[in-house]
């Protein structure tokens, strides 16, 4: 069986990374609070605790996202 790489899928090779999978998923939208800023200027959401950065947002932004990359330890996401 072959597994491959882009496979963004809920198995233990999916999301970026070898644990447990992200609280959010890749194409999806959801609604968050941007809590912080990331030293690169990018405002910091979390969801269950998961950062999720999103540039162009500044602290308590009230916005839509669409997650576009899952990492193990983090998402990447656009504002809607």
């Given at each position: 069986?072959m597994?491959s790489?882009?496979?963004?899928s809920?198995s233990s090779f999916g999301?970026g990374g070898?644990?447990?999978s992200?609280?959010?998923?890749t194409?999806?939208?959801y609604n968050?609070?941007?809590?912080?800023?990331?030293?690169q200027?990018d405002?910091?959401?979390?969801i269950?605790?998961?950062?999720?950065?999103?540039?162009?947002?500044g602290v308590?932004?009230?916005?839509?996202i669409?997650?576009?990359?899952?990492?193990?330890r983090?998402?990447i996401?656009?504002k809607?």
């Amino acid at each position: 069986m072959m597994i491959s790489l882009y496979d963004n899928s809920k198995s233990s090779f999916g999301a970026g990374g070898f644990g447990p999978s992200a609280p959010v998923e890749t194409g999806k939208e959801y609604n968050v609070e941007i809590e912080d800023l990331s030293k690169q200027g990018d405002g910091i959401a979390r969801i269950e605790g998961f950062v999720i950065f999103v540039p162009e947002t500044g602290v308590g932004d009230k916005v839509t996202i669409l997650v576009d990359k899952i990492m193990q330890r983090f998402a990447i996401a656009h504002k809607v």
